[in-house]
């Protein structure tokens, strides 16, 4: 696709049944990316931004070097009196404050917000960011567009009147064929919401899961993780692809590609050597399908990282997490 278009689904293609040669050179781009490495600076084809708005990203399927397409990451900036543009698309998003403070309409609704909350933008949803106060906002922004884009679900823009209005009926409520409830679920997950709890990983926040239900969000998880200085979590193996993005601190994680033998049936064969990934404040860190990892604190200060994966790997099968060491503080 050139580069002048945005790409929403990447293709995959071989001349063989094995797909190892692609997977190859995905494992061979480096996973950290900083505030140097922009793949998108919103200037085509995004609705977005306003005159004052900033938005730009630095993960997503459009990347050269490409690394995932399951979890897209993007940030958007709010200086002191600002809004965006309103639009709207069928996916949903999840924005994590990462400074000042603000409120969403989504639908016509008002949802205020501030540091460390994550705010999700709902299916299906006409939304607009405001910043009315006198410091800058700053949100991480996580969302599996291409999986409701391969779904075919691609009916997104801002607002306005429908082509060929005369071959239309009359308006009809959208959401009669969403999710039973989903109106009662929370739009918007403060520190308040969530509780701090030492398990198997370390010292965990989860903000977003399949088994949390009081939620809007369906389509990615969430978590926080701190990690004291000169620690370490707990060495874990998923199916899961993850971002993580570090919000205080420096370190390094450590990943165990794993290789399939399909012998009789499928057997894991972990490489004896990891790959080793150094990290500071304000990075993200991409660990790719099928990996085994652990992560580091450098010795100066407690390192706290914010995670999102994409949930339909859970409703895949996927559903599990092994750990081969647990964190030194979870006493089981």
């Known amino acids: ?13 071989s001349a063989t049944y094995g797909l190892n040669e692609f997977r190859q050179q995905q494992l061979s781009y480096n996973r950290v990316r900083n505030d140097e490495y922009v793949t998108d600076d919103a200037k085509v084809g995004h609705s977005g931004d306003s005159e004052k708005s900033r938005t730009w990203w630095r993960i997503g399927p459009g990347d050269e070097e490409f690394l995932t397409q399951t979890i897209h990451v993007h940030f958007v900036e709010l ?11 069928q996916n949903e998003a999840a924005f994590y404050i990462l400074e000042g403070k603000g409120y969403e309409i989504h639908d016509d609704q008002r949802y205020d917000w501030k540091k460390d909350d994550l705010v999700y933008v709902h299916t299906d949803s006409v939304h607009r960011h405001f910043n009315p106060y006198d410091e800058k906002a700053v949100a991480l922004v996580v969302k599996a567009k291409s999986t409701w884009m391969f779904m075919g679900l691609i009916q997104q823009g801002r607002s306005g009147p429908i082509d060929r209005p005369e071959e239309f009926g ?32 370390g010292n965990q926040r989860i903000i977003a899961s399949k088994e949390k239900t009081d939620g809007r969000i369906f389509s990615t998880d969430s978590y926080e993780l701190q990690i004291d200085a000169g620690s370490r979590s707990g060495k874990y193996w998923k199916m899961a692809d993850e971002v993580f993005y570090a919000l205080k601190g420096s370190g390094h994680f450590l990943m165990w590609e794993v290789e399939a033998e399909i012998a009789e049936k499928y057997y894991a064969r972990i490489a004896l050597e990891p790959k080793r990934f ?31 994966e994409n949930r339909i790997f859970k409703h895949l099968g996927y559903d599990n997490i092994h750990f081969f060491e647990d964190a030194p503080n979870y006493k089981g």
Not at 178 to 194: C, H, I, S
């Open 1 to 13: 696709m050139a580069k002048k278009l945005r790409t929403f689904v990447r293709g995959l293609d």
């Open 79 to 89: 200086p002191p009196q600002s809004s965006n543009h309103g639009h709207g698309h």
């Open 170 to 201: 009359e308006r009809e409520e959208w959401g009669r064929i969403w999710t039973p409830g989903v109106l009662d679920r929370k739009k918007v997950v403060g520190v308040e919401d969530t509780t701090w709890e030492v398990t198997p990983l």
């Open 278 to 308: 150094d990290f500071v404040q304000g990075d993200t860190i991409y660990v790719p399908q099928n990996h085994v990892v652990q992560i580091f604190a450098g010795d100066g200060e407690e390192v706290r990282l914010f995670q999102s």
